[in-house]
T-cell receptor, first 113, second 115 residues
Framework: GEDVEQSLFLSVREGDSSVINCTYT??????LYWYKQEPGAGLQLLTY?????DMKQDQRLTVLLNKKDKHLSLRIADTQTGDSAIYFC?????????????FGRGTQLTVWP | EAQVTQNPRYLITVTGKKLTVTCSQN?????MSWYRQDPGLGLRQIYY???????DKGDVPEGYKVSRKEKRNFPLILESPSPNQTSLYFC??????????????FGPGTRLLVL
C-alpha cells in the first residue's frame, strides 16, 4: 500500500489560508518534510518537523503533526498566487537504508486572485 | 552559485538505444540520488550514492545503472530504454543523507520520452 497519502488538488482564494493534509504509514519515520515544486522546476524543501514535535511554525507556514493518527498538515497563511505549486509530503526512513525519502503523490495547490 | 545541473533537459529516444543523463553538483556534497516523477505517483528513488564508488538501489532500480567515479558527478545510465521509462527525472545532492541535517538540492529535471 501507499506509504504516504495526500489529496491531489486544493483550490483557495488569495488571502485565505490553505491546509494541505498528509497521512503516512511508517511509524519509524524520524523526520517528516514538506517540499514545494513550481512548474518546470525541481523540488524545494520548505520545512520539516521532527517526530517528537507537535507543531512547528516558520513565518507563514505551520506544520502540525499528530503522531497517534499519523497525520501531517501544512498550513499556509495569507496564501498568495505565488504559492500555486505542487506540495509533496515526505518521510525519511533511517536505519539500514540510510536517509531514504519516500514521497506522497503531491497536492496541486491553485490560488485564485 | 550552488547548483545541481542535469543534461540533457529534454530527450526523445527509441527503445533499446542506450542513453546517459548526466548530473553534476558544485557543492562538494557526498550524498547524491536519482528520482523519477510520474503523474499521480510522486517521486520514487531510483539509486543513491553515499560517496565516491558507493552506490545502492532505491525503490525502483530496474532498468537503470549509475556510477560515482568522482564526487561531483552521478550519471544515470539506461542501457536499453523502454517506453515505461518515459518520465521526468531528478538528480539531487546533499551534504548528508539526513535531509534534516542539510538541505537536499534538486536539479531542474530531465524529461525523457522513449518511443
Amino acid at each position: 500500500g501507499e506509504d504516504v497519502e495526500q489529496s491531489l488538488f486544493l483550490s483557495v482564494r488569495e488571502g485565505d489560508s490553505s491546509v494541505i493534509n498528509c497521512t503516512y504509514t511508517d511509524s519509524s519515520s524520524t523526520y517528516l518534510y514538506w517540499y514545494k515544486q513550481e512548474p518546470g522546476a525541481g523540488l524545494q524543501l520548505l520545512t520539516y518537523i521532527f517526530s517528537n514535535m507537535d507543531m512547528k511554525q516558520d513565518q507563514r507556514l505551520t506544520v502540525l503533526l499528530n503522531k497517534k493518527d499519523k497525520h501531517l498538515s501544512l498550513r499556509i497563511a495569507d496564501t498568495q498566487t505565488g504559492d500555486s505549486a505542487i506540495y509533496f509530503c515526505a518521510g525519511e526512513r533511517r536505519g539500514s537504508t540510510l536517509g531514504r525519502l519516500y514521497f506522497g503523490r503531491g497536492t496541486q495547490l491553485t490560488v485564485w486572485p | 552559485e550552488a547548483q545541481v545541473t542535469q543534461n540533457p533537459r529534454y530527450l526523445i529516444t527509441v527503445t533499446g538505444k542506450k542513453l546517459t543523463v548526466t548530473c553534476s553538483q558544485n557543492m562538494n556534497h557526498e550524498y547524491m540520488s536519482w528520482y523519477r516523477q510520474d503523474p499521480g505517483l510522486g517521486l520514487r528513488q531510483i539509486y543513491y550514492s553515499m560517496n565516491v564508488e558507493v552506490t545502492d538501489k532505491g525503490d525502483v532500480p530496474e532498468g537503470y545503472k549509475v556510477s560515482r567515479k568522482e564526487k561531483r558527478n552521478f550519471p544515470l545510465i539506461l542501457e536499453s530504454p523502454s517506453p515505461n521509462q518515459t518520465s521526468l527525472y531528478f538528480c539531487a545532492s546533499s551534504l548528508s543523507p539526513w535531509t534534516s541535517e542539510g538541505t537536499q538540492y534538486f536539479g531542474p529535471g530531465t524529461r525523457l520520452l522513449v518511443l
